[in-house]
């Protein structure tokens, strides 16, 4: 099937990501079904994408005449039948291994031959989750970051089955909703983003847990200066532009002070243990207290939205 036939998406899974990307297809006009397991869990989904539209419409991101298109073109049905005519299928249920499986060996006898088969999982195996699937060609992972409306990535990871044609037709479809596809070519734990991201964690934790710098400053350096570059060059454009013949002496001699380290270190751990998790529980790195974490939460999705606005006008 080619993309410009694709019209109707299915969604399995209304929670955070199930809904934000059903937004993003209903946007678009495509008639978008979405299924969960219960009447209250869709109900809280319908909810959850009208606070999203409320956010947009403050921040000039959407019209009002988009927000009635969104909100006409979203179906929530507990019926997984309700897919026998989508085009596209996207999971987006919990993050377990043994569900997923069982969840595509029902909806595989449900759907059309040709309708194209995606996981958002965050770090599963795609060829574990279409273990039970029999056409693998179709089936896809399609990683979507949180909050999925706002931030461009999309990952489409390939399984050792995805075929070519699947890969090129759903590049082109996330390109034409708005998304910044990446194609990760090899079905490796946290596929290209999480791997970079995770790689910057682990080396913030052992500065921290060295004694280099404060929780702040250890933000700060990030934000204001390889946070800068990112939004506009990648590292390895970075390293072009700084020469390579430079990258390549520092490289020499800093890769064996970085941490390679295979474990949490002992401050995430401790955090960990003692319940502070973070802008959930009122504690992290740093304290939320006292309406701290709204005021955290609110900030953030400001300044996504102020930074998406940029995006889009580069795009001009
Ligand atoms: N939250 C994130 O930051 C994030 C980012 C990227 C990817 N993901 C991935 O997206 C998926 C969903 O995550 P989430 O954060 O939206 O979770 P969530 O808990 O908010 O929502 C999952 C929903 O799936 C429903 N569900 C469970 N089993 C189901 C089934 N068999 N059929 C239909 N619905 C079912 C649950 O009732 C729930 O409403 C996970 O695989 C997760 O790893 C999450």
């Not at 994408?49 to 947009?56: C, E, G, H, P, R």
């Not at 019209?63 to 019926?79: A, F, H, R, S």
């Not at 080396?203 to 570059?229: C, S």
Request: charged letters at 30%; one cysteine or more.
């Amino acid at each position: 099937m080619k993309f410009e036939n694709i019209n109707r998406i299915g969604i399995a899974g209304a929670g955070t990501m199930g809904s934000g990307i059903a937004l993003i297809f209903a946007r678009k006009g495509f008639e978008v079904q979405v299924t969960d397991l219960s009447i209250s869990l869709l109900e809280d989904s319908r909810r959850l994408v009208d606070i999203f539209n409320q956010t947009l419409l403050n921040e000039g991101l959407m019209t009002k005449e988009e927000e009635e298109i969104v909100m006409d073109n979203i179906q929530y049905t507990l019926d997984k039948s309700a897919f026998q005519d989508c085009d596209l299928i996207i999971e987006a249920i919990v993050e377990k291994m043994d569900i997923k499986q069982d969840f595509w060996k029902e909806v595989e006898e449900i759907v059309k031959p040709d309708a194209y088969l995606a996981t958002n999982t965050s770090g599963l195996s795609i060829d574990g989750i279409s273990e039970k699937v029999r056409d693998k060609s179709r089936f896809i992972g399609m990683h979507f970051w949180n909050p999925p409306h706002i931030v461009p990535l999309v990952e489409l990871i390939k399984g050792d089955s995805t075929s070519e044609s699947t890969v090129t037709v759903l590049r082109s479809l996330m390109e034409d909703i708005g998304k910044k596809p990446v194609v990760v070519q090899k079905d490796v734990p946290g596929f290209i983003g999480n791997r970079i991201q995770f790689a910057a964690f682990r080396e913030a934790l052992h500065i921290l847990q060295e004694g280099v710098g404060t929780p702040e400053d250890i933000d700060n350096a990030m934000k204001y200066g390889p946070g800068f570059r990112y939004p506009i060059m990648g590292p390895l454009e970075t390293s072009d532009m700084g020469g390579l013949d430079t990258f390549y002496y520092i490289s020499s001699y800093l890769f064996k002070s970085l941490s390679d380290g295979k474990e949490p270190t002992e401050k995430l751990q401790e955090l960990m243990e003692s319940g502070k998790h973070g802008v959930k529980s009122k504690e992290g790195f740093y304290d939320y207290s006292d309406g701290r974490d709204e005021e955290a939460i609110k900030r953030r999705d400001k300044m996504f939205l102020k930074m998406l606005k940029h995006i889009h006008m580069e795009d001009k």
